[in-house]
């Protein structure tokens, strides 16, 4: 079992910039590629962006190319979600996740959820 702790979240105005962080414990031995996902009021939740085990293979939503940067640590327990360029319609719930491939993550499946973080744009 793998839990997935999200911090990071916040208010922050039109254009600003958030670091989410997405700590694994548990079954850290196995390694995961880990992804962010994000829910807004009313929406489907939709993929952000995910990294593969080795941070070889990163993909982006179109939505977030450009603005958004997915990276993990060198244990590859903690995954960040560096936000620049923040938009109101970036408000959301965002939630980690972690599968055994990025392709799983990019169609929304995975192995293990956290509960997920607020962040809030305001304009």
């Known amino acids: 079992q793998v839990q997935l702790v999200e911090s990071g979240g916040g208010l922050v105005q039109d254009g600003g910039s958030l670091r989410l962080s997405c700590a694994a414990s548990?079954?850290?031995?196995?390694?995961?590629?880990m992804g962010w996902f994000r829910q807004a009021p009313g929406k489907e939740r939709e993929f952000v962006a995910a990294i593969s085990k080795s941070s070889g293979t990163i993909a982006y939503a179109d939505s977030v190319k450009g603005r958004f940067t997915i990276s993990r640590d060198t244990t590859g327990n903690t995954v960040y979600l560096q936000m620049n360029s923040l938009k109101p319609e970036d408000t959301a719930i965002y939630s980690c996740?972690?599968?055994?491939?990025?392709?799983?993550?990019?169609?929304?499946?995975?192995?293990?959820w956290g509960q997920g973080t607020q962040v809030t744009v305001s304009s």
């Open positions: 996740a972690a599968a055994q491939l990025t392709s799983e993550l990019r169609t929304g499946s995975a192995n293990y």
């Open positions: 548990g079954r850290t031995d196995v390694k995961y590629a």
